[in-house]
């Protein structure tokens, strides 16, 4: 085998190579982004009073005075349910303590 031959077999090589990191790195992005279709992030849910008085460590009766009394305490209106993002319970109890 004379070094041209070599030298031609190692380039088809790297070719080879390179096409297939590009592919890898495509494959990732497609499972990155299936991934983050089939599963929900683990607080992606609403709270019920009680889970939220639960999650704040107050009574069901504390978190309807807070309800009434303070308006920085975000909430959702579902028919006749009032529900709660685990992210703005997160953000109250921050601004609590701050204060």
Do not use: C
Request: proline share 2%.
């Amino acid at each position: 085998m004379t070094t041209a031959e070599v030298r031609s077999i190692a380039v088809r090589i790297e070719a080879r190579l390179q096409s297939i990191a590009e592919h890898e790195a495509a494959i990732r992005r497609d499972l990155e982004a299936l991934a983050s279709l089939s599963s929900p992030a683990a607080d992606d849910h609403l709270l019920d009073v009680s889970a939220a008085a639960q999650w704040l460590g107050v009574s069901r009766a504390t978190m309807f005075r807070l309800l009434r009394s303070d308006n920085q305490l975000r909430h959702v209106k579902v028919g006749k349910r009032t529900l709660f993002r685990p992210d703005d319970l997160r953000s109250y109890a921050a601004r609590q303590v701050a204060s």
